[in-house]
């Protein structure tokens, strides 16, 4: 029995949680202003249904009245033509019809008293749902601009729900980014390294790299100096002589590696 109690208990509070996150004020507000409504509407229709009474109560009196007229002129005939029992008769039934006059007038003077009550409670029902629904628009216009502040508090300080998504999305982006970055920092370190084969089928190593270096410093230095042979035709012959007359010195060096193994000769002899 414990177990189904706390069962229920827990049903009622989710139901409860759930209920409140669903509900809108403005709509209970609204809702709550209906039913109002439709409360003075049924006022209204019980003050115009015991009016409707009344009036029906008073042409009744009306009629019995006018019977009573009538009854009174044809007793007055009677006693006029001497028939006496006739008068007695006539005025036998204007005694009956007053008797029913006054038990209308009774039930007339209350439905009047019951009409001037429900007036008076339908004014101040009217009253009552005027001022409410004058509350109802203030409450919900502020309801409205507090939503609204609230919402845009969030999205600045990014703790609303789709606000949150974003960020975390952007920030799953950035992640990714960086790790992209640096794979790829790393692998072009392993290929300048050696470390790692380049998969494109060029099989050029580190020796490979630096031979074509050099190669392409050569071809550079070449080209300058063609450039400068071009610009400036005497400062490239004199360049030129330059590196002539750097260059004859070593004849000596190789006349003297000819003449050595005569010397020895001679020597020798």
Do not use: C, W
């Not at 339908?122 to 009552?128: F, G, N, V, Y």
């Not at 300080?157 to 606000?163: D, R, T, Y």
């Amino acid at each position: 029995m414990s177990i189904m109690k706390r069962m229920g208990m827990i049903f009622r509070a989710k139901a409860n949680k759930a209920l409140d996150r669903a509900e809108d004020p403005r709509e209970t507000l609204d809702y709550s202003y209906q039913r109002q409504i439709e409360m003075l509407t049924k006022v209204r229709r019980g003050v115009a249904d015991v009016a409707t009474s009344r009036k029906r109560v008073e042409l009744q009196i009306s009629q019995l009245q006018a019977q009573m007229a009538k009854l009174t002129q044809q007793a007055e005939q009677a006693l006029t033509q001497k028939r006496e029992d006739l008068a007695r008769e006539a005025l036998t039934r204007k005694s009956g019809l007053q008797s029913q006059i006054t038990d209308l007038q009774t039930q007339h003077d209350q439905l009047q008293g019951e009409e001037e009550k429900l007036t008076v409670a339908s004014k101040r029902l009217e009253a009552k749902v005027e001022a409410f629904r004058t509350r109802k628009e203030t409450i919900k216009a502020t309801y409205t601009a507090a939503q609204a502040q609230t919402q845009i508090n969030e999205a600045f300080s990014g703790i609303s729900e789709e606000m949150g998504d974003v960020g975390m999305a952007i920030q799953r982006a950035e992640d990714k980014t960086q790790q992209m970055q640096a794979r790829a920092g790393a692998i072009d370190e392993l290929l300048a390294s050696g470390a790692l084969e380049d998969a494109s089928g060029s099989g050029t190593d580190d020796i490979s790299r630096e031979l074509q270096a050099m190669s392409t410093q050569s071809d550079v230095e070449s080209e300058l100096a063609a450039l400068k042979a071009k610009a400036d035709p005497e400062l490239a012959s004199s360049q030129t002589s330059g590196e002539l007359g750097a260059a004859q010195p070593a004849e000596p060096a190789a006349d003297a590696a000819e003449h050595a193994p005569q010397a020895e000769g001679e020597a020798q002899s």
